[in-house]
């Protein structure tokens, strides 16, 4: 479950929290993780200020060798297919 937290701020609302982003192009690949970081919202006068996302590379280093090593093994079963 993502980690979620409210600071409230004397101008207004800081909302920072923990994100996956699944990306309909890497769902679809067995064995894919999605992407993580963490999302800042600061809301001032009830409207959104700024949005900001932090992907921590290495859940993108990660998604990469996985995303590698399902291509690979895909070429490697289409090979032997056509033996």
Not at 41 to 49: D, H
Not at 74 to 83: F, G
Request: proline share 4%; charged share 25%.
């Amino acid at each position: 479950m993502p980690q979620r937290h409210l600071v409230v701020l004397a101008d207004g609302l800081l909302a920072s929290y923990r994100y996956r982003a699944f990306a309909d192009t890497y769902q679809r690949v067995p064995g894919v993780e999605p992407v993580e970081g963490t999302a800042v919202v600061v809301v001032r006068a009830g409207r959104i200020a700024s949005f900001a996302f932090t992907t921590e590379a290495a859940t993108v280093a990660r998604r990469t060798r996985q995303l590698e090593a399902a291509v690979a093994a895909r070429s490697r079963s289409r090979r032997r297919l056509r033996r």
